[in-house]
């Protein structure tokens, strides 16, 4: 007689998931059953860059910011690949709710190819360019040398960043957001290991300074590529990619590009608003570049868990249009606004309380510590609203509806942030606090017009 797995086993546990229809049951459970591993995963990409500041932090302010610097470019560059991800993931989700696995598997074929080319203009920008790009935010010789040089690693490395990153949407787009999780506690841990090692030279090591932060970043990242590729093609994973029969598919290339370049453009425009704004805060001198700095990692471990809830509410918005079920969709985006608004205001109140022990983390200079409470003070105004801004742009994203999402992105940097940004603080006395505020304004406008968008129910009867 044939022995029946036990319900908690770790291997029926990973079965069940791969067999889990998300468009069916409570839509509470399925929601956190995708997120927590999404808020892991997610935390943990911020985590590497985190990690890294607190030791960049030893090698002083100017280190702090020609990583900082040079750091928005590397986001500007993610915030445009996970722009393209957001086609696939839509493509990829429809298919799935609709029970298609053929052309889920035909799509995430096509996203890899698109990943590679990505990954050759990204390389090509970063050996001819990488020194411009600082200097359109700083004419400091020491931050341009330093940031430079983070920057071209970066970018030359840049494949690695691009493929796990399309690997994790396509696992996470299917249903599977385990397998990445998983991956990220592996490449993680091995990043958090090196860093220090590669930085300062500890034991067999050379000493590469904050050049060693990059190359920390690139190595760990190619492990994560690895081991994607391993979940892909083989058992645990929910697709069982296989490139036999391939073949060049420009109408799904060009449907993952129409649907994705808006979220791109979105993505470009929050992370060159980041770089415009570096620009600003540059005159007022490194102190305040490097508090500034601070300020946004310690908001990237805020957006991170709203942006996995958000991205667990699209997978599940995706997949529920699939499935021909509008409303549970719509019902699990909001759901996922309140998680995300409930977590933003618990941790606003910690980081307001306790803002001076948690700057210091980062920090070993007492001259920054009070600007950098001031930015951080400001910002939480705006986190308040980050799950009516995040949690919606990720669910109208999973919807394939990522025009009004750019559309928002545009006039949210173009006509508040950065109009603002410049004026405020030569119109009035509040110098570059000014800048913070005109951020801070960015977020809650952003958010209220995602709110009266989404209320319309046009997303609904988006085709892809």
Same mark, same amino acid.
């Not at 029970?99 to 035909?106: F, G, I, Q, S, V």
């Given at each position: 007689?044939?022995?029946?797995?036990?319900? @908690?086993?770790?291997?029926?546990?990973?079965?069940?998931?791969?067999?889990?229809?998300?468009?069916?049951?409570?839509?509470?459970?399925?929601?956190?059953?995708?997120?927590?591993?999404?808020? $892991?995963?997610?935390?943990?990409?911020?985590? @590497?860059?985190?990690?890294?500041?607190?030791?960049?932090?030893?090698?002083?302010?100017?280190?702090?910011?020609?990583?900082?610097?040079?750091?928005?470019?590397?986001?500007?560059?993610?915030?445009?690949?996970?722009?393209?991800?957001?086609?696939?993931?839509?493509?990829?989700?429809?298919?799935?709710?609709?029970?298609?696995?053929?052309?889920?598997?035909?799509?995430?074929?096509?996203?890899?190819?698109?990943?590679?080319?990505?990954?050759?203009? $990204?390389?090509?920008?970063?050996?001819?360019?990488?020194?411009?790009?600082?200097?359109?935010?700083?004419?400091?010789?020491?931050?341009?040398?330093?940031?430079?040089?983070?920057?071209?690693?970066?970018?030359?490395?840049?494949?690695?960043?691009?493929?796990?990153?399309?690997?994790?949407?396509?696992?996470?787009?299917?249903?599977?957001?385990?397998?990445?999780?998983?991956?990220?506690?592996?490449?993680?841990?091995?990043?958090?290991?090196?860093?220090?090692?590669?930085?300062?030279?500890?034991?067999?090591?050379?000493?590469?300074?904050?050049?060693?932060?990059?190359?920390?970043?690139?190595?760990?990242?190619?492990?994560?590529?690895?081991?994607?590729?391993?979940?892909?093609?083989?058992?645990?994973?929910?697709?069982?990619?296989?490139?036999?029969?391939?073949?060049?598919?420009?109408?799904?290339?060009?449907?993952?590009?129409?649907?994705?370049?808006?979220?791109?453009?979105?993505?470009?425009?929050?992370?060159?608003?980041?770089?415009?704004?570096?620009?600003?805060?540059?005159?007022?001198?490194?102190?305040?570049?490097?508090?500034?700095?601070?300020?946004?990692?310690?908001?990237?471990?805020?957006?991170?868990?709203?942006?996995?809830?958000?991205?667990?509410?699209?997978?599940?918005?995706?997949?529920?249009?699939?499935?021909?079920?509008?409303?549970?969709?719509?019902?699990?985006?909001?759901?996922?606004?309140?998680?995300?608004?409930?977590?933003?205001?618990?941790?606003?109140?910690?980081?307001?309380?306790?803002?001076?022990?948690?700057?210091?983390?980062?920090?070993?200079?007492?001259?920054?510590?009070?600007?950098?409470?001031?930015?951080?003070?400001?910002? $939480?105004?705006?986190?308040?609203?980050?799950?009516?801004?995040?949690?919606?742009?990720?669910?109208?994203?999973?919807? @394939?509806?990522?025009?009004?999402?750019?559309?928002?992105?545009?006039?949210?940097?173009?006509?508040?942030?950065?109009?603002?940004?410049?004026?405020?603080?030569?119109?009035?006395?509040?110098?570059?606090?000014?800048?913070?505020?005109?951020?801070?304004?960015?977020?809650?406008?952003?958010?209220?017009?995602?709110?009266?968008?989404?209320?319309?129910?046009?997303?609904?009867?988006?085709?892809?």
């Amino acid at each position: 007689m044939t022995k029946k797995p036990k319900e @908690g086993n770790g291997d029926g546990l990973a079965a069940r998931r791969l067999r889990q229809d998300w468009t069916q049951g409570s839509i509470f459970k399925n929601l956190l059953l995708l997120s927590w591993p999404m808020a $892991i995963t997610q935390s943990l990409m911020t985590l @590497g860059p985190t990690i890294d500041m607190i030791w960049v932090g030893k090698l002083g302010a100017t280190a702090i910011a020609a990583v900082g610097v040079s750091g928005v470019a590397v986001q500007l560059a993610q915030g445009a690949m996970m722009g393209l991800t957001a086609g696939m993931r839509a493509l990829i989700a429809r298919s799935i709710g609709s029970k298609d696995m053929e052309t889920a598997n035909r799509v995430a074929q096509q996203a890899i190819v698109v990943s590679m080319i990505y990954s050759i203009l $990204i390389a090509f920008i970063g050996i001819f360019f990488s020194e411009e790009i600082i200097r359109l935010v700083t004419q400091n010789p020491d931050i341009i040398s330093m940031g430079a040089v983070y920057l071209r690693i970066q970018f030359i490395g840049g494949a690695t960043m691009s493929f796990r990153m399309m690997m994790d949407s396509i696992m996470q787009a299917s249903g599977d957001s385990m397998n990445p999780m998983q991956i990220a506690i592996v490449f993680r841990i091995f990043h958090i290991a090196l860093c220090p090692f590669m930085i300062f030279g500890w034991w067999i090591f050379p000493k590469l300074g904050v050049s060693g932060a990059a190359y920390t970043s690139v190595i760990s990242q190619t492990l994560g590529v690895v081991l994607g590729l391993r979940v892909l093609f083989g058992a645990k994973s929910r697709l069982r990619l296989s490139f036999k029969g391939f073949r060049f598919d420009i109408s799904i290339i060009w449907r993952i590009v129409r649907i994705g370049f808006p979220a791109l453009i979105a993505g470009i425009q929050r992370n060159l608003n980041q770089f415009i704004l570096q620009r600003f805060l540059a005159p007022f001198g490194t102190i305040v570049l490097a508090a500034h700095t601070i300020a946004q990692r310690l908001e990237m471990l805020i957006l991170m868990p709203a942006m996995a809830i958000g991205m667990g509410a699209g997978v599940l918005v995706g997949q529920n249009l699939g499935a021909k079920q509008p409303q549970r969709a719509e019902r699990s985006a909001w759901l996922a606004v309140g998680l995300v608004e409930v977590f933003a205001i618990l941790a606003s109140a910690v980081l307001f309380f306790w803002s001076t022990p948690v700057i210091r983390i980062f920090n070993s200079d007492p001259a920054l510590d009070e600007t950098a409470k001031q930015f951080l003070h400001i910002a $939480i105004v705006g986190w308040l609203l980050i799950g009516f801004m995040f949690v919606l742009m990720n669910s109208l994203q999973g919807a @394939g509806d990522t025009v009004p999402t750019m559309i928002i992105s545009i006039i949210t940097t173009w006509l508040i942030t950065i109009p603002f940004a410049y004026f405020l603080p030569k119109w009035t006395n509040w110098g570059v606090i000014g800048i913070r505020w005109a951020m801070t304004a960015s977020t809650v406008v952003g958010g209220l017009a995602n709110v009266i968008y989404f209320r319309t129910g046009k997303w609904k009867t988006r085709r892809v």
